[in-house]
């Protein structure tokens, strides 16, 4: 799909503001498309004293959103510091149709029922970033269920079947011989009709979302508008630091775990992936973050960063004081101690295998991962490393403890 820029919008002048907001904009992102164009809305913007109009669309499929997501909401923050109007946009209708991005095979749409649990704690946890009252919340579903098979039709005809082929995931299925439903093309067409319908002048998303994100460009064209500019911002790999974030690959932190839970978690990643997750996840200057490059080539241990990012990210989503206990509790930990906060936990059915007491007691998924941490000397009891699989524990109490982060005070009867 082509890129370049063929609105003609009036020349103005780029003033030290418009250099120092575009700065902004670039931190940290993919692609912004197109640049020029970009400066000028800005410096229009400027001149006008009209906020533009910026736009991010999150289809709830998922109750929870974990901090990869945040990655682009953190952009949608800076901007809206800027004083331009943040538009959050839930897709409860484009989540009805599956969003094909990235995907081999057809996903399953949500049904309605699914679409509107996850809905509502959507906006209170992206208020965690986003400022609540400068930000406007809509639904898809006001303007897409109006349309009505005639609009539909009407829309589809706006758009071919060889454009929608140039998307690089229904082009390998093609070829693939892999099957694409007809449902999966609406969703860019839907998708794009949202920035119609706002009438956006920037919309963002991740890199997997470049060709949705053109697909409203074009739409906006068609229907008299000026096209709106992209920003893309990159795919936050997952604690692993192999795959992208995601609750499915279990690589994630969640923005609404326990403080504890959240520091132990950004505490395990590796000391390169620190830097990655500094420039997206950091409200740090990349200046700062650079000094502190220097430190850790000068010898400065790099564990001592990491608790600075740690607590940082615990702090926005909780409060400074959770994010200094999380730190005491973290290093109580690592030297054997048991935290504060442990769950606790009631079972009964002694004498209990200890594969299905860590499962009962929620430690672990399956009796399988339980025996696999067995193996691998992750288990204790009591402060004492597990290395019988056929054990059975009588009733009592047991302090049990999986991997460095999982632990549970549990009470086991007959």
């Not at 809905?119 to 965690?128: D, G, R």
């Not at 269920?145 to 929608?164: C, E, H, N, Q």
Request: proline content about 5%; hydrophobic content about 40%; overall charge neutral.
């Amino acid at each position: 799909m082509s890129t370049e820029s063929s609105v003609a919008v009036p020349s103005l002048p780029i003033t030290d503001e418009v250099r120092a907001a575009l700065a902004i904009a670039r931190r940290g992102c993919d692609e912004l498309l197109i640049e020029d164009e970009f400066a000028q809305k800005l410096a229009r913007s400027a001149q006008t004293g009209k906020p533009l109009r910026i736009k991010l669309g999150l289809d709830p499929t998922a109750p929870d959103i974990h901090i990869g997501h945040t990655v682009v909401l953190n952009k949608m923050r800076q901007l809206q510091d800027l004083g331009h109007t943040v538009i959050f946009l839930i897709g409860d209708f484009t989540s009805l149709i599956g969003d094909p991005s990235g995907r081999n095979q057809t996903r399953p749409p949500l049904t309605r029922e699914q679409i509107e649990a996850n809905a509502k704690t959507y906006f209170e946890q992206a208020a965690l970033v986003l400022d609540r009252e400068k930000t406007e919340i809509r639904y898809n579903s006001e303007w897409s269920m109006p349309l009505g098979a005639d609009g539909m039709i009407k829309l589809a005809s706006r758009y071919t079947v060889a454009r929608m082929l140039e998307r690089d995931d229904f082009t390998k299925r093609f070829q693939s011989g892999v099957p694409i439903s007809i449902h999966e093309f609406l969703y860019p067409l839907m998708q794009g009709y949202d920035s119609v319908a706002l009438q956006s002048d920037l919309e963002l998303g991740g890199t997997d979302q470049k060709f949705n994100l053109l697909v409203g460009r074009e739409l906006q064209k068609q229907y008299g508008q000026e096209p709106q500019c992209i920003l893309t911002m990159p795919l936050l790999e997952g604690l692993d630091g192999v795959d992208k974030m995601s609750k499915s690959k279990n690589n994630y932190v969640g923005i609404s775990e326990k403080p504890s839970d959240m520091f132990g978690k950004l505490m395990s990643i590796s000391d390169t992936l620190m830097w990655r997750y500094f420039e997206l996840l950091s409200f740090r200057s990349l200046e700062e973050i650079a000094d502190f490059k220097r430190q850790v080539q000068a010898g400065r241990n790099p564990r001592e960063l990491k608790v600075l990012l740690a607590q940082e990210i615990v702090a926005r989503f909780h409060s400074q004081a959770d994010a200094q206990r999380a730190l005491e509790d973290f290093n109580h930990r690592a030297k054997g101690g048991v935290p504060d906060d442990i769950a606790e936990i009631a079972l009964s059915g002694a004498p209990l295998p200890i594969g299905q007491l860590l499962k009962q007691a929620s430690l672990v998924p399956s009796t399988s991962e339980a025996l696999r941490n067995i193996e691998q000397s992750g288990v204790k009891i009591d402060g004492t490393t597990i290395t019988d699989k056929g054990l059975k524990l009588e009733a009592g109490v047991y302090v049990v403890q999986v991997g460095k982060r999982r632990f549970a005070r549990v009470t086991l009867r007959a």
